[in-house]
Nanobody, 126 residues
């Protein structure tokens, strides 16, 4: 499985971006997708995740109500819609996927995902 993340860029505070993660294939009918981010000097953190079986999602508290994860199975693509962006959202954003419907507590565990995209940079600044 190969993942290609795109859609990052420079945006002013309050603006929006939509990140895309194109997969060569999703790992079967059951899979879990996640977006992580890593800001300079900080650890990688889970931002949003979704499992295919029941559509269950999880968001880190700091993005709840602003970010939305989704996927288009026909296009083998996952998305992260980011609204009301703030400077603290500045980071390198990665998409990741794995086979199976992961349990909720594994959604933000990087080791649960064997497949990663290369990262796309989001900079929020005026």
């Amino acid at each position: 499985v190969q993942l290609q993340a795109s859609g990052g860029g420079l945006v002013q505070p309050g603006g929006s971006l939509r990140l895309s993660c194109a997969a060569s294939t999703f790992t079967g009918d059951a899979y879990t997708i996640a977006w992580f981010r890593q800001a300079p000097g900080k650890e990688r953190e889970g931002v949003a995740a979704l499992r295919s079986g029941d559509g269950k999602t999880r968001y880190v508290d700091s993005v709840k109500g602003r970010f939305t994860i989704s996927r288009d199975r026909a296009k083998n693509t996952a998305y992260l819609q980011m609204n009301s962006l703030q400077p603290e959202d500045t980071a390198l954003y990665y998409c990741a996927t794995t086979s199976g419907n992961k349990i909720y507590s594994d959604f933000f565990r990087p080791g649960a995902y064997p497949y990663w995209g290369q990262g796309t940079l989001v900079t929020v600044s005026s």
